[in-house]
C-alpha cells in the first residue's frame, strides 16, 4: 500500500512539474492580441440547478455515508 501511494505521489509530482514547465515554455501572444473579454456562452438556467441539485444529493450521500468508500 505504502508503494502505491509513493508511486501515486510520484506520478501527481511528475505531472505537475510538466504543466509548470508547459506554461512557461508555451508563447503567449502580445498584450494588444488578448482578447479583453471571455467569450463564454452562459451555461442554461435548468441545468444550472439540475447540477446544483446533483451536486447536492452527492454531498448528502458522502457525508450520510450511503455514497463512496466503506
Known sequence: MTRLILALLLLS???????????F?????????RPSRSVEIPMPETFRTIAYVLLLL????VTSGLLGGS
Open 13 to 23: 509530482v511528475a505531472v505537475i512539474t510538466v504543466q509548470i514547465v508547459g506554461d
Open 25 to 33: 515554455v508555451r508563447p503567449r501572444p502580445a498584450r494588444s492580441e
Open 58 to 61: 452527492l454531498a448528502l450521500g
